[in-house]
């Protein structure tokens, strides 16, 4: 799982809060069109590393979520055809500025490209 931290005029409108959402994509161009609503960012990097050969035979879980506080750290529990689990740690102690993260995991085999539901639990 790559944690990718985000700035947060990565999506259009910065003073927006961000709801959390998640996909699991299957080809270059479903990355590109997932990659296109974090347009102010440069994610070149992503793009570069899961390419036509990586889609041949993966897929790839990608989640977008802002937190309160970049102390808040994350980890995918589970994950089934059509939905997402990912474990929030809340430390008892954090600081004060958003994090908008970019959350990619590598899924083995081939299927459908398609949105997933997202449970995050606080831990």
Request: hydrophobic share 40%; with cysteine.
């Amino acid at each position: 799982v790559v944690l990718n931290r985000l700035d947060a005029y990565s999506l259009p409108d910065p003073a927006t809060t961000v709801e959390p959402f998640a996909h699991l994509l299957n080809s270059e161009d479903g990355l590109d069109r997932f990659l296109a609503q974090l347009s102010q960012t440069d994610l070149t990097t992503v793009r570069d590393t899961y390419n036509a050969d990586f889609f041949r035979t993966n897929r790839l879980l990608a989640v977008v979520l802002q937190e309160p506080s970049s102390s808040i750290t994350h980890r995918v529990t589970e994950l089934t055809e059509d939905r997402v689990v990912i474990l929030r740690d809340v430390p008892e102690a954090g600081d004060c500025d958003m994090a908008l993260w970019l959350i990619l995991a590598e899924v083995d085999g081939s299927g459908p490209e398609q949105p997933l539901n997202l449970d995050l639990i606080t831990n």
